[in-house]
């Protein structure tokens, strides 16, 4: 089973730059995560789709951050402009089902972002 | 709302000895608690669960955890611990009561084994 891909695995933009990620998940997972991982800190969740839909945005920063997963298989993270704290890991995640389900998230390997 | 405390950054342990790694959690209700792995540029891997049932969960690569109520812990051990063990451990816990599936994570065990 192919796992969670991401891409780029690295990207280094300046400040008030603009930055897009993307994450293809586990085939037939229907619930995608968007994680931001800051160094010395656990993932902090950003959204949650399930299937195209949004399940959870409440922790993203929605003035200057914003995510689509249009078909929904594939999802893109952007971020428009970018800031120096915005400097992270950026996990993306999928499972089988959201709520009762309770299957564990499955994780790609990350973009690690750099604003100088 | 919810929260998991990891209170060391740094676990150290040698090879063969067992290990454990504390975490501590807050949540209203009956919580559900996870802990993953996390190995240096790759993304995190499931460990375990505890959903509901036996306090003693087993899961992947000989770790176990065993959830205590009373003193609302998690705790994550090894019989015997592997160099290869080394790697960032990472508590969450889940809140059964709403819609979403949200994972709140703590901050974080680097786990270090010598020879």
């Known amino acids: 089973e192919a796992g969670v891909a991401q891409s780029p695995r690295y990207k280094i933009i300046e400040k008030r730059q603009s930055v897009a990620f993307w994450c293809n998940p586990i085939?037939?997972?229907?619930?995608l995560y968007w994680y931001q991982q800051i160094l010395g800190q656990g993932p902090k969740l950003l959204i949650q789709f399930q299937n195209n839909g949004v399940v959870d945005d409440s922790q993203l920063p929605k003035d200057r951050f914003s995510a689509e997963r249009l078909k929904g298989v594939d999802s893109t993270l952007k971020i428009q402009p970018a800031k120096l704290e915005d400097s992270a890991v950026y996990l993306c995640a999928s499972s089988h089902l959201q709520g009762a389900s309770l299957n564990e998230q499955f994780f790609g390997p990350g973009t690690r972002l750099t604003v100088l | 709302a919810q929260s998991v405390a990891q209170p060391e950054d740094q676990v150290n342990v040698a090879e063969g000895n067992p290990l454990t790694v504390k975490c501590t959690y807050s949540?209203?209700?009956?919580?559900?608690l996870f802990w993953y792995v996390q190995y240096p540029n790759r993304g995190l891997q499931f460990l375990l669960k505890?959903?509901?049932?036996?306090?003693l969960v087993k899961g992947s690569y000989g770790f176990e955890a065993e959830f205590n109520k009373s003193q609302t812990s998690f705790h994550l051990k090894k019989p015997s611990a592997l160099v290869s063990d080394s790697a960032l451990y990472f508590c969450a816990v889940r809140d059964p009561t709403g819609t979403a599936s949200k994972l709140t994570f703590g901050t974080g065990t680097r786990l270090q084994v010598t020879l």
């Open positions: 949540v209203s209700g009956n919580p559900y």
């Open positions: 085939s037939g997972h229907a619930t």
């Open positions: 505890y959903i509901t049932g036996d306090n």
